[in-house]
């Protein structure tokens, strides 16, 4: 039996769609042969107008001339129908030698085989195709997948999470709800926005105020946390700009500010400015390009009135301890600090005029220095904006002392709580070649000036363990030691009061007639006092530090101490030579 070439086509795509209707050829022959009952549909063979005596056995060429209702018992592909009312529900193709074949026939399919042919089928997968990799195009683009086969094609979970996200509906993110730079990453029904450092919010649209963690919460000065907010507040003799940020001062000349241009950092590491800067006052330029240096180390001290470049051999003091410490520091492998640049620095003169420790200017009367100096002299002055011990100028001043506190606890045998205060007899003249160091907050001293690269110590000590003192004060840039670097560098005690600065291979320290000196640490451009020189092994030895008083832990007993000391209206006592008090805190 021929088929048109239409017909054969559609039987070869309802076999591709792996759908065929099984037949067995029982079925396919009349359930009897004298009903003639279509197997599928089970009408009647005959139509109603086909007696029972009429072809009963239901020959082939007999049913094909019956155009009422017509079984096919040849072909096995079941009923067709012309005209009659019993239409089977499963189409057949039409008998090319048929007298007479409709339109209907032709052109309209029934429900199912209609369905058969419009909709599309998955592909019938072979036995290796899980053997294959996963294609986009083919399992997502053509068809639609599900999220194990995505998996498949992307072999990473995240990646297909990501993908998934966006297939099922869509993606959120391409709207950018992600505000002041937010990362968004779409998720199904919704996206998250990671958000930058400083926001909050579902969108990123919370501004985190800084906290004094960060960056000291953008303050010049101080900060605090009050009720959850920053509070910037300023060192004395400074007031606090509009913007609740910086800090401004209308002095002329104000605590931790040098006139000069600012000092660079001295450590290798840091940048070197190499400009020339020129002084208006002395109309000379001062090069800053050469290399600092600052020693420490006791017993050793040299004279104020030193002439020539060699200074001659300076008397030996013993330090007063027993301990293998090394108090009285000078600066080892500094530089000469130029007039001006070192402003705060103090030097102790006792009766026989040399030189003997160092000092920091606090206030017009106060004097910050070392507990362990306060017992070398009966007597002592106090002078200051010296630079060269050799020439005398008009910068440098002179002051007597008035009295004396030492911290009641100090300990002469570990130099715990070496620290002391001095009030001169007469209130100091401030210029630019004599200003105090800013006196800083505890925690603005832990948490943003010891957490800096490094400090700035000056004096003029020893240049070298065993070697004559500087008649030039020298400034050497030293950085801070970790705690534990600095208790395992040595067998003595190091107490919660002290911290390390210096370098453990380097030449360069505060050494003997440095004690009692600053250790200051800048700012955004304002230096405030952090430390005191106080002991040491030696003087720049291989693997040793020197030891620092931490003046953060003494804030307050300074604080109460300059508030004792300060005289009260015109209060200008002087005393007889000799006649210096002492007392304790």
């Known amino acids: 039996m021929q ?262 950092s001295l450590l290798g590491s840091g940048e070197q400015n190499t400009e020339e800067r020129k002084n208006p006052e002395l109309n000379t330029t001062v090069s800053s390009t050469e290399q600092p240096n600052i020693f420490h180390s006791a017993d050793l001290f040299w004279s104020g009135n030193i002439s020539g470049h060699i200074p001659p051999p300076v008397p030996i003091m013993e330090s007063p301890s027993t301990i293998d410490r090394t108090a009285d520091f000078r600066i080892v492998g500094g530089e000469d600090c130029p007039p001006g640049e070192c402003p705060w620095q103090a030097l102790l003169i006792n009766e026989d005029n040399i030189g003997f420790c160092g000092g920091t200017v606090l206030t017009e009367y106060i004097i910050l220095t070392a507990a362990h100096c306060m017992n070398q002299s009966r007597y002592f002055i106090i002078k200051l904006g010296e630079h060269n011990t050799t020439q005398k100028t008009n910068h440098e001043v002179t002051h007597e002392v008035d009295t004396i506190v030492s911290h009641f606890k100090y300990n002469p045998d570990t130099y715990h709580n070496d620290i002391a205060l001095v009030r001169l007899a007469t209130p100091i003249r401030f210029t630019k070649y004599v200003l105090p160091a800013c006196i800083p907050e505890p925690d603005f001293a832990e948490n943003v000036l010891m957490r800096q690269p490094d400090g700035l110590v000056s004096g003029f000590g020893r240049l070298g363990e065993g070697r004559e003192a500087s008649m030039i004060l020298q400034r050497l840039a030293v950085p801070y030691v970790d705690r534990q670097t600095c208790m395992e560098s040595t067998q003595l005690r190091i107490s919660m009061r002290m911290f390390c600065a210096g370098y453990d291979t380097i030449a360069k320290d505060a050494c003997q007639g440095d004690s009692g000196g600053p250790h200051v640490t800048r700012y955004h451009d304002t230096y405030f006092i952090t430390g005191i020189v106080s002991w040491g092994e030696g003087c720049a030895r291989k693997g040793k530090y020197g030891v620092y008083t931490q003046v953060s832990k003494y804030i307050n007993w300074i604080r109460e101490g300059i508030k004792k000391l300060t005289p009260r209206g015109a209060n200008r006592l002087k005393r007889d030579r000799g006649a210096i008090k002492r007392l304790y805190l």
Request: charged letters at 25%; hydrophobic letters at 25%.
């Open 3 to 264: 088929f048109s070439p239409e017909i054969v086509m559609k039987v070869k795509h309802m076999e591709q769609e792996a759908w065929m209707p099984e037949i067995k050829p029982a079925q396919a022959k009349p359930s009897s042969p004298s009903t003639g009952r279509c197997p599928l549909c089970l009408h009647s063979a005959h139509s109603d107008s086909t007696t029972p005596s009429q072809n009963r056995e239901g020959s082939p060429t007999e049913l094909k001339s019956n155009r009422d209702h017509v079984w096919d018992s040849t072909t096995n592909l079941g009923p067709r129908t012309a005209a009659s009312p019993h239409r089977c529900s499963w189409y057949v193709p039409p008998d090319p030698h048929s007298a007479v074949r409709t339109d209907e026939e032709e052109v309209f399919l029934d429900g199912r085989a209609a369905n058969q042919v419009l909709t599309r089928m998955r592909r019938a997968n072979s036995f290796l195709e899980e053997l294959k990799k996963g294609n986009m195009e083919r399992e997502c683009v053509e068809e639609r997948c599900s999220w194990e086969e995505a998996r498949e094609i992307f072999e990473d979970k995240e990646t297909t999470d990501e993908f998934w996200a966006k297939y099922v509906d869509g993606d959120a993110c391409v709207s950018i709800p992600c505000a002041h730079g937010g990362q968004c990453k779409d998720t199904i029904g919704s996206y998250t926005c990671y958000c930058k450092e400083g926001y909050k919010g579902f969108n990123c649209e919370i501004a985190i105020p800084k906290l004094c963690e960060d960056d000291n919460g953008g303050c010049d000065h101080f900060c605090r946390v009050v009720h959850r907010n920053v509070e910037c507040s300023c060192a004395d003799g400074y007031f606090l700009a509009p913007n609740q940020k910086s800090c401004y001062s209308n002095q002329n000349f104000k605590c931790g500010a040098i006139v000069t241009n600012k000092v660079r």
